[in-house]
């Protein structure tokens, strides 16, 4: 089978796997114990919690990083603990409608809290209106959140301007950056919270990561022992940071080589499939390991049942099975048809060029067999 749902999943990078084994064999000590295969172990997530830093890169340690069971905890734990912390005058929070459902649904739930939500629309580009933000974040608003690579157009929002403008206005930031790890630069001078997730740059599933800018006020999500900072409590897995560790070591060891890899997979994407499909969001401001597309006249979710040869999806992994328009789709205003038409094909580290081209020839010929049918 030939993968192309990067924005899913990745595949976990052969030195990531190898490096958590030991902690899942024979290292199997409770970090948070005081004997010598404790803090062992616990010696080994702080190596992992560095590693992560620095693919952050500048700016990464003027903050904390909390490890997480991965970005939906992550994002809950940030909109809900800084929230907590608001003010009575600073009780509203504004989103964007492409957000995903982790920060959408945390954001609704919060709207029956007592707090005042403002959800903005998006250009059909998929881009915020700069102009329109900087009207509706006022000196109510306490708290601001926005998706720095959108997980299904990959649209790149202006997360340096959107967090000027919540600072300008005395309200936090949290950005969901966790399509932007090592594919694009995370501004995090910009940031007072930012999510991370290793199963999306080749880590194991089961871990994330909230990265807080020092000094903002942050209540627990989980209550026990307080294990991570004193405010997120549950044992760490050290398999799990090690591997995510792991993972971010790699992403700056191969930043340029991922880099051009991606840009070459994109050319010989757009020259395969021509002019027969349209491109979903902006062409100018996206990530190009993500090619959300659609095609006149196609059955999307029966093109991925006739091409089990190929994995790829029609949209987020986590609402694809429900059957629903894709709320992103939507909020660029296409109708119902198109966004059923739409295709959403990820690549990167490990996709071969041979290969991308193979599932796209089967991709481009049965889309062509559908339409002949329906004509």
């Not at 991965?70 to 940030?78: H, I, V």
């Not at 603990?81 to 920060?103: D, F, K, M, W, Y």
């Not at 807080?212 to 405010?231: C, K, S, Y």
Request: with cysteine; charged share 20%; aromatic share 6%.
């Amino acid at each position: 089978m030939i993968y192309l749902d990067y924005q899913a999943t990745t595949p976990l990078a052969p030195e990531a796997a190898a490096a958590m084994r030991p902690w899942l064999e024979t290292n199997f000590g409770n970090p948070h114990s005081p004997h010598r295969a404790g803090r062992e172990a616990a010696a080994a997530i702080e190596v992992a919690r560095g590693r992560v830093l620095d693919a952050l890169q500048e700016g990464g340690r003027s903050g904390n990083l909390y490890f997480t069971s991965g970005a939906t905890e992550a994002a809950n734990w940030a909109l809900k603990g800084a929230a907590s912390r608001l003010p009575q005058n600073r009780r509203r929070i504004v989103t964007l409608a492409t957000e995903h459902a982790c920060v959408l649904d945390t954001v609704e739930w919060l709207g029956t809290q007592g707090f005042d939500t403002d959800i903005l629309p998006v250009r059909a580009d998929g881009l915020l209106d700069l102009d329109l933000l900087a009207a509706r974040v006022d000196d109510r608003t306490g708290l601001v959140a926005a998706m720095l690579v959108n997980n299904e157009i990959g649209v790149i929002q202006p997360v340096e301007e959107i967090g000027r403008i919540a600072r300008d206005a005395g309200a936090l930031f949290f950005c969901d950056a966790v399509q932007a790890l090592g594919r694009v630069p995370v501004p995090l001078g910009a940031c007072d919270m930012v999510a991370f997730s290793a199963h999306k740059v080749h880590g194991p599933k089961g871990i994330g990561a909230l990265w807080v800018r020092e000094g903002v006020p942050l209540d627990p999500l989980l209550h026990g022992g307080g294990q991570e900072g004193g405010i997120r409590s549950g044992t760490l897995s050290p398999a799990l940071c090690v591997g995510f560790g792991e993972a971010a070591r790699l992403l700056a060891a191969q930043a340029e080589q991922d880099h051009a890899h991606v840009e070459r997979l994109w050319r010989t994407a757009l020259s395969v499939l021509g002019d027969r499909w349209s491109l979903n969001g902006s062409a100018e401001r996206r990530y190009h390991g993500n090619l959300n597309i659609r095609g006149d006249g196609i059955d999307a979710a029966r093109l991925i049942s006739e091409l089990r040869q190929v994995a790829f999806s029609a949209g987020s992994a986590c609402a694809s099975g429900s059957g629903r328009t894709s709320h992103v789709l939507s909020a660029l205003g296409l109708p119902g048809r198109d966004a059923r038409s739409s295709i959403r094909l990820g690549f990167g580290r490990y996709t071969s060029e041979d290969d991308l081209v193979q599932a796209l020839t089967l991709i481009d010929d049965t889309a062509s067999r559908q339409r002949s049918f329906a004509a």
